[in-house]
Antibody
Framework: EVQLVESGGGLVQPGRSLKLSCAASGFTFSDYYMAWVRQAPTKGLEWVASISYDGGSTYYRDSVKGRFTISRDNAKSSLYLQMDSLRSEDTATYYC?????????WGQGASVTVSS | DIVMTQTPSSQAVSAGEKVTMSCKSSQSLLYSENKKNYLAWYQQKPGQSPKLLISWASTRESGVPDRFIGSGSGTDFTLTISSVQAEDLAVYYC?????????FGAGTKLELK
């Protein structure tokens, strides 16, 4: 069974940093692109970033470019999202997703609140 | 960016009804080389993560009931639920994966009449 388990969420002040982690199991992690998708409270879904099989290619939405860094450790079957210079508009539940063209598996989400 | 527009934003339904919802993209999602539409549908129930229902505009994921039918091509797509069940009450999102940034529609919320 495919499982994606996020961790690292919490309350953080504007301008500070936070790092999310996602532990994957039930599939060969290195065979898949991976992505982060977020959902602000009572809002819709928003793709944040994707990373290729070996981490050699990364893709970001414009609003997080230069502030967020997606990375992976295939030996640990883990995905990460380093979030710097956080803003109030980054407040959301962040989902780790497996990207086989489509997002075909989702974690339960990690809540990130950016507030003073 | 490709803009995804979903209508209606909400719909009140009764069990057993046929439901259709629309998703339109601001540019074609049909890739000429493989003739595939890069369009997916997701279901999100309250308090849960989204779940992939349909990819390539019309291919149901394993385990998805056959009452969920995806159709359309190019810029116009439809999700049909042939006979709505109580467990189908959720928000449904379409998503284009033709190009980054991948973008989602705002969702169609199915509510009980």
């Amino acid at each position: 069974e495919v499982q994606l388990v996020e961790s690292g969420g919490g309350l953080v002040q504007p301008g500070r940093s936070l790092k999310l982690s996602c532990a994957a199991s039930g599939f060969t992690f290195s065979d898949y692109y991976m992505a982060w998708v977020r959902q602000a409270p009572t809002k819709g879904l928003e793709w944040v970033a994707s990373i290729s099989y070996d981490g050699g290619s990364t893709y970001y939405r414009d609003s997080v470019k230069g502030r967020f860094t997606i990375s992976r450790d295939n030996a640990k079957s883990s995905l990460y999202l380093q979030m710097d210079s956080l803003r109030s508009e980054d407040t959301a539940t962040y989902y780790c997703t497996r990207e086989g063209y489509v997002m075909d598996a989702w974690g339960q989400g990690a809540s990130v609140t950016v507030s003073s | 960016d490709i803009v995804m527009t979903q209508t209606p934003s909400s719909q009140a339904v009764s069990a057993g009804e046929k439901v259709t919802m629309s998703c339109k993209s601001s540019q074609s999602l049909l890739y000429s080389e493989n003739k595939k539409n890069y369009l997916a549908w997701y279901q999100q129930k309250p308090g849960q993560s989204p779940k992939l229902l349909i990819s390539w505009a019309s291919t149901r994921e394993s385990g998805v009931p056959d009452r969920f039918i995806g159709s359309g091509s190019g810029t116009d797509f439809t999700l049909t639920i042939s006979s709505v069940q109580a467990e189908d009450l959720a928000v449904y999102y379409c998503e284009q994966y033709y190009d980054t940034p991948y973008t989602f529609g705002a969702g169609t919320k199915l509510e009980l009449k």
